[in-house]
């Protein structure tokens, strides 16, 4: 089970990532365009920004989930490496739980933002609902989560940290 769970997160975070990489270029793209709309054309492009906005909401919150698995999220590592082990060790516990009590709490109010705003749409697309746009909350806390328990229940090592340890997921000894 342990190995089928890593690799589905595997595959998970994969899918993440290209997302991410592909809202970037599509969104640098689309400015891009827009700029080039208004000041050369003289036409201002009305698709421009909410299509930005959308990306960037996506890249926001699936980013989030990869920084988080990748161990290359934003924080003091100085304390966590002050600390003697056990210290170390029950300081990351406390903040996989806060981070997924963080989780949890998109999941649950990200859901409640998507189903508030179902029946709104953009003016520039009547078609698309504005909940649509916000359902990359809710999922990227589900996706988040998902890396938590991963990263609990089977001692996850980040990749950029070093060569694996025993018991590393990957199997390898060290």
Do not use: W
Not at 7 to 12: E, F, G
Not at 146 to 161: C, D, H, I, M
């Amino acid at each position: 089970m342990r190995d089928r769970y890593v690799a589905a997160m595997d595959k998970l975070y994969l899918v993440c990532v290209f997302i991410c990489c592909a809202s970037v270029v599509v969104m640098t793209a689309l400015i891009a365009i827009g700029v080039f709309s208004r000041y050369v054309l003289q036409v201002g492009a009305f698709y421009s920004e909410p299509i930005s906005i959308f990306l960037a909401i996506q890249l926001t919150f699936y980013g989030a989930a990869v920084c988080y698995r990748a161990d290359t999220h934003l924080r003091l590592e100085i304390v966590d490496n002050a600390l003697p082990p056990l210290p170390g060790r029950l300081l990351r516990a406390l903040i996989d739980l806060l981070m997924a009590g963080i989780s949890v709490f998109m999941i649950v109010f990200g859901a409640n933002l998507v189903d508030t705003t179902m029946f709104q749409s953009y003016p520039e697309f009547e078609y698309v609902r504005v909940g649509v746009v916000y359902t990359a909350i809710p999922l990227g806390g589900l996706v988040t989560l998902l890396f938590v328990v991963e990263k609990t229940l089977f001692a996850r090592r980040s990749r950029a940290a070093g060569p694996a340890v025993e018991g590393d997921v990957t199997g390898r000894a060290a």
